[in-house]
Structure formats: structure tokens, C-alpha cells
């Protein structure tokens, strides 16, 4: 019986098996790829067998999978090495092909062990050998896979965070651990995001296989989403990695500590929503709406901004911006209401830059104001900013930066006497009719009164709009051929749309 081949401390190697006198292989190419570690050795005769891999594997074939043509046997090596295969054992005299200068030298470039296994010794005898010097690491793997179910323990008990949690996963795995979502942002509060290298390897899809080179990346699921983001961990010098199964079971910890910060997320969220509400519909004294935004995280004398997020045109946006407000806006309160997303924040360019980040965003953003101040003049402005916002297709305008509202009262009853005064009669007609004279007008104003631009982009021959033009002056009383005229329409205008009465 030929003695046991030793274990390394990271594991079997590659040359550790050819070393071993009883298996009679002989390298043939890939010299400088030796030192890679062997988890298992298989059989497989498919000219694709990476589907099914884990990597590190040690691949022996009779050579019915090697192709004849030499550029189909370097993509075949290349195929192998990509996956992270250790070495192919190619057994001598049965079905292989000669092999290829080009495939000897591809093996050469890669490092990529490519083995002659001879005729007499049966691969049952390789895996047999491999097994045995592995034994070791299997008791390891296995101590590792209960101390990581211990881990759900050390969450109920020791009530530890994200990053507590993930350093002791670290030092019993045997990797350094990262972790992210789809769009490569941090996942969880603490731990860090995978290196670049790590990030271009990420999958597109759940099914894909889970071998990087020198680890794996395995999904992270949460309720209601399958892949809300990824688990990368990479070998770590000097230890002993503890397998596939591990990072699993360590993936299943992330995703249960990913919805345990959700639901907390959740629970504050819905909180916030109530005291914005409150704050948005029922007058409070300055002292009280100091003391609402004090224990929701503000400062005491912060300086505060709202927006106003429309979401009618776009499904699942709601959870997109909430998500971006969590991850980058600081302390901020949201509010469901039937067309619009609430969020009151403190004034920064944080807040507006993660509104910004969202794809599809329409959003408008109030002046400035302290907690003296009444919020319902910033849900106005908000509201006519973000509608300014969907007119202009702009992801995000600011109140202060449009100078036309400086100009118009701040109270909804002045806007409403000027709207009624100048508009009063083309709306109602528009309401009785089914018209569009209002509408029309603001979009001639926009394109500055050219009329063939204003008409395209309503999808109407120049002379309907002309027509709507002539009855919108008619109906009103203002000559648009004039400054003063076009003036107090263009402000009237302004402020139905501050009153939501067109968009």
C-alpha cells in the first residue's frame, strides 16, 4: 500500500499529487500553475463540464472531451481555467487526440496545469489519493459550517452589528468577506464593498456559477427580492479556506441580517411618515415641530428642505428612492401620498444628490426653512417644483432657482385670486369642452412663443394651435402680442400650475 500523501496547511496541491510516486504523472505543460490547490479530483469526458463545477477541481478525462482541431483545444483549456479548474489529467493511449503546440503553449501562458496520466494507473487510484490527503480539511469545513449556524446565535443573543458579525465569520472561514449590491453600493452598514477586480466578476443573473478566481460570489436574498445583492469572499494568505458550503450558509447569515435592517428601516420609515404628516397638515408651535424632528435624528436648528418626488408615471420608484435615501441622505423623513413621495431633509447636497442618483426621477425641491417656518409653504413649492420638473423633463428642480415663482405670493389664496382673475374663463371652457386652450398656451410660453416647436411637441398642426391661441386670448381678455399681456398670462399660468391645475 503506497503511503498517504500529506495535506499542505491551505490544502492538497497540484504538485503535491504529481510528486506522489504511486500515480506516475508527468506534467506537460503549465509548469507555473503547480502551487494551485485541488478540492476534488473528477472525472468528466463532456467538452463542457464547467456548468457543473465549484472550482479547484482536478479535471480527468480518456480524452474524448479534448476537440482535434488545435484553436477548439486551447478554447477547451481556456473554458477549464476560466472556472477554476486546478489541472487537467489526460490519460495516455485511449481516445485523446495528439495535443496541439497551440494548446501546450495556451496551458504554458495560463499556468494551467495540463497532466499525462499513464495508461496502468486507473483515475479511481488519483481520487482515492486525493480524498485521503483531503480528509483533514473536511473535518475543518465541517467545524466551520456549525460555528457560522452559530452565528445566528451570536444575533439573538449578543444582539451584534453587520460588522461584529462579519469579522468573526472572517477569522473562522477563512476569507475576507465583502459585500454589495447589483449596482455595486454598500449592501450592509460596516462591511466593505468587493475590490474593482472582484466587482467586474459580479453576475448577471442568479443561476450563474459561483467560482472567482481565488474564491466565490454567491447571492444574497431578502424578502421579496432573490438577488438584493452579493456575497464575495476571497482566500485569505496563510489560512485555511473553508468551502463552498460555508460561504452558503455565511450567505444566508448576510441575507437574514439584510432584512433584519429592513424591517428596522421599515418600522422607522412608517414612524417618519406619521410625523410628517402630522407636521405637513396640522399646525404645531415651532417648539413642538423642534421636538418631532429632534427624536427623528435632525438637529435642533437645522436648516430644512422638502421634496416632492411624482411617481405616477413610473412603477417600483418609490422603493428605488427610499433605498438611495437610506444608503446616502442622512437623517430625512418620507411620506406616501396618492401622486407624490414626501421627503423632508435636512438642507445639503447629500440628500439631493441621492434623489438625483434614481433613475426615471422627477422631483421638485423647496427654499430653505427652519422649524419657525410653516412646512405647508414648502409643500407648495416642492409641488410646483417638481411639476416644473415633469414639464422640463429635468430629474430634479429647485424652487429658488426658478425665478418666475419669486414673483408670485406664497399664500394659496393669492394664487388662486390670480389664477381665477386671468385663467378663470379658458379653464372653465377647457372643463365644459374638453379642450386644451390652457394647457396649449403654457406650452407655446415654454417654447418661447415659437410655434411650430410648440406645436410639435403637442402632437398638433400649427394652425389648431394657432386657432387655440386666438380663443385662449379671446376667452381671457389678453393680447399675447403684447409684454403686458404675455406677462400676466405666463405668471397666472405659473401659478395654476403651483395649484396643480395644469401640468
Same mark, same amino acid.
Given at each position: 500500500?503506497?503511503?498517504?500523501?500529506?495535506?499542505?496547511?491551505?490544502?492538497? &496541491?497540484?504538485?503535491?499529487?504529481?510528486?506522489?510516486?504511486?500515480?506516475?504523472?508527468?506534467?506537460?505543460?503549465?509548469?507555473?500553475?503547480?502551487?494551485?490547490?485541488?478540492? +476534488?479530483?473528477?472525472? #468528466?469526458?463532456?467538452?463542457?463540464?464547467?456548468?457543473?463545477?465549484?472550482?479547484?477541481?482536478?479535471?480527468?478525462?480518456?480524452?474524448?472531451?479534448?476537440?482535434?482541431?488545435?484553436?477548439?483545444?486551447? %478554447?477547451?483549456?481556456?473554458?477549464?481555467?476560466?472556472?477554476?479548474?486546478?489541472?487537467?489529467?489526460?490519460?495516455?493511449?485511449?481516445?485523446?487526440?495528439?495535443? #496541439?503546440?497551440?494548446?501546450?503553449?495556451?496551458?504554458?501562458?495560463?499556468?494551467?496545469?495540463?497532466?499525462?496520466?499513464?495508461?496502468?494507473?486507473?483515475?479511481?487510484?488519483?481520487?482515492?489519493?486525493?480524498?485521503?490527503?483531503?480528509?483533514?480539511?473536511?473535518?475543518?469545513?465541517?467545524?466551520?459550517?456549525?460555528?457560522?449556524?452559530?452565528?445566528?446565535?451570536?444575533?439573538?443573543?449578543?444582539?451584534?452589528?453587520?460588522?461584529?458579525?462579519?469579522?468573526?465569520?472572517?477569522?473562522?472561514?477563512?476569507?475576507?468577506?465583502?459585500?454589495?449590491? !447589483?449596482?455595486?453600493?454598500?449592501?450592509?452598514?460596516?462591511?466593505?464593498?468587493?475590490?474593482?477586480?472582484q466587482l467586474a466578476l459580479l453576475p448577471d443573473r442568479a443561476d450563474a456559477p459561483p467560482t472567482i478566481p481565488g474564491g466565490f460570489v454567491v447571492p444574497i436574498a431578502s424578502a421579496g427580492e432573490p438577488?438584493?445583492?452579493?456575497?464575495?469572499?476571497?482566500?485569505?494568505?496563510?489560512?485555511?479556506?473553508?468551502?463552498?458550503?460555508?460561504?452558503q450558509h455565511m450567505a444566508t447569515v448576510a441575507a437574514l441580517q439584510l432584512t433584519m435592517l429592513r424591517h428596522r428601516q421599515e418600522i422607522l420609515r412608517r414612524e417618519g411618515a406619521e410625523t410628517l404628516?402630522?407636521?405637513?397638515?396640522?399646525?404645531?408651535?415651532?417648539?413642538?415641530?423642534?421636538?418631532?424632528?429632534?427624536?427623528?435624528?435632525?438637529?435642533?436648528? %437645522?436648516?430644512?428642505?422638502?421634496?416632492?418626488?411624482?411617481?405616477?408615471?413610473?412603477?417600483?420608484?418609490?422603493?428605488?428612492?427610499?433605498?438611495?435615501?437610506?444608503?446616502?441622505?442622512?437623517?430625512?423623513?418620507?411620506?406616501? &401620498?396618492?401622486?407624490?413621495?414626501?421627503?423632508?431633509?435636512?438642507?445639503?447636497?447629500?440628500?439631493?444628490?441621492?434623489?438625483?442618483?434614481? !433613475?426615471?426621477?422627477?422631483?421638485?425641491?423647496?427654499?430653505?426653512?427652519?422649524?419657525?417656518?410653516?412646512? %405647508?409653504?414648502?409643500?407648495? $413649492?416642492?409641488?410646483?417644483?417638481?411639476?416644473?420638473?415633469?414639464?422640463?423633463?429635468?430629474?430634479?428642480?429647485?424652487?429658488?432657482?426658478?425665478?418666475? #415663482?419669486? +414673483?408670485?405670493?406664497?399664500?394659496?389664496?393669492?394664487?388662486?385670486?390670480?389664477? $381665477?382673475?386671468?385663467?378663470?374663463?379658458?379653464?372653465?371652457?377647457?372643463?365644459?369642452?374638453?379642450?386644451?386652450?390652457?394647457?396649449?398656451?403654457?406650452? +407655446?410660453? $415654454?417654447?418661447?412663443?415659437?410655434?411650430?416647436?410648440?406645436?410639435?411637441?403637442?402632437?398638433?398642426?400649427?394652425?389648431?394651435?394657432?386657432? *387655440?391661441?386666438?380663443?385662449? %386670448?379671446?376667452?381671457?381678455? *389678453?393680447?399675447?402680442? &403684447?409684454?403686458?399681456?404675455? &406677462?400676466?398670462? +405666463?405668471?397666472?399660468?405659473?401659478?395654476?400650475?403651483?395649484?396643480?391645475?395644469?401640468?
Amino acid at each position: 500500500m503506497s503511503p498517504r500523501l500529506p495535506s499542505s496547511p491551505g490544502g492538497l &496541491t497540484v504538485d503535491e499529487l504529481l510528486q506522489a510516486p504511486a500515480l506516475q504523472l508527468r506534467l506537460l505543460a503549465g509548469t507555473d500553475g503547480v502551487g494551485r490547490k485541488v478540492s +476534488w479530483a473528477h472525472v #468528466s469526458d463532456l467538452e463542457d463540464p464547467t456548468p457543473w463545477l465549484l472550482g479547484a477541481e482536478l479535471i480527468m478525462t480518456t480524452g474524448l472531451a479534448v476537440p482535434r482541431r488545435a484553436a477548439e483545444q486551447r %478554447a477547451y483549456l481556456e473554458r477549464l481555467d476560466d472556472a477554476g479548474v486546478a489541472a487537467l489529467a489526460v490519460s495516455s493511449a485511449l481516445h485523446a487526440p495528439p495535443l #496541439s503546440r497551440t494548446m501546450l503553449a495556451a496551458a504554458d501562458e495560463r499556468g494551467f496545469p495540463l497532466i499525462e496520466v499513464p495508461l496502468s494507473v486507473p483515475f479511481i487510484a488519483i481520487t482515492q489519493e486525493a480524498a485521503a490527503a483531503l480528509q483533514s480539511d473536511l473535518g475543518q469545513r465541517l467545524g466551520a459550517q456549525l460555528q457560522v449556524f452559530g452565528a445566528l446565535r451570536w444575533l439573538a443573543a449578543e444582539d451584534l452589528d453587520p460588522a461584529a458579525v462579519f469579522a468573526r465569520l472572517e477569522q473562522l472561514s477563512g476569507y475576507d468577506l465583502y459585500a454589495c449590491t !447589483p449596482q455595486h453600493r454598500p449592501l450592509l452598514p460596516g462591511i466593505a464593498v468587493p475590490p474593482p477586480a472582484q466587482l467586474a466578476l459580479l453576475p448577471d443573473r442568479a443561476d450563474a456559477p459561483p467560482t472567482i478566481p481565488g474564491g466565490f460570489v454567491v447571492p444574497i436574498a431578502s424578502a421579496g427580492e432573490p438577488a438584493a445583492g452579493h456575497l464575495v469572499v476571497l482566500e485569505r494568505e496563510g489560512a485555511r479556506p473553508s468551502g463552498l458550503a460555508v460561504v452558503q450558509h455565511m450567505a444566508t447569515v448576510a441575507a437574514l441580517q439584510l432584512t433584519m435592517l429592513r424591517h428596522r428601516q421599515e418600522i422607522l420609515r412608517r414612524e417618519g411618515a406619521e410625523t410628517l404628516s402630522e407636521l405637513l397638515h396640522l399646525e404645531h408651535s415651532p417648539a413642538v415641530v423642534r421636538r418631532r424632528l429632534d427624536r427623528a435624528g435632525f438637529g435642533a436648528d %437645522a436648516t430644512l428642505a422638502l421634496a416632492a418626488v411624482r411617481l405616477e408615471d413610473e412603477d417600483g420608484l418609490e422603493t428605488v428612492v427610499v433605498r438611495a435615501l437610506a444608503e446616502h441622505a442622512g437623517p430625512h423623513l418620507v411620506l406616501r &401620498t396618492a401622486a407624490d413621495l414626501f421627503v423632508l431633509f435636512v438642507d445639503s447636497a447629500a440628500p439631493r444628490r441621492a434623489l438625483e442618483s434614481v !433613475p426615471g426621477l422627477r422631483a421638485g425641491v423647496s427654499r430653505p426653512f427652519t422649524a419657525n417656518e410653516p412646512m %405647508a409653504v414648502a409643500r407648495r $413649492e416642492a409641488t410646483a417644483a417638481a411639476l416644473a420638473a415633469r414639464a422640463t423633463g429635468r430629474a430634479l428642480v429647485v424652487y429658488a432657482d426658478d425665478a418666475t #415663482s419669486r +414673483w408670485l405670493p406664497d399664500d394659496p389664496v393669492g394664487l388662486a385670486a390670480l389664477v $381665477e382673475q386671468v385663467l378663470g374663463p379658458a379653464l372653465r371652457y377647457d372643463e365644459q369642452h374638453g379642450s386644451a386652450l390652457v394647457p396649449s398656451a403654457l406650452r +407655446w410660453l $415654454e417654447r418661447d412663443r415659437a410655434t411650430s416647436a410648440a406645436a410639435a411637441s403637442l402632437h398638433v398642426h400649427v394652425n389648431t394651435l394657432a386657432y *387655440r391661441l386666438r380663443r385662449f %386670448a379671446e376667452l381671457t381678455g *389678453r393680447d399675447l402680442a &403684447t409684454t403686458a399681456g404675455t &406677462t400676466e398670462v +405666463w405668471l397666472a399660468l405659473r401659478a395654476a400650475r403651483q395649484l396643480g391645475h395644469v401640468l
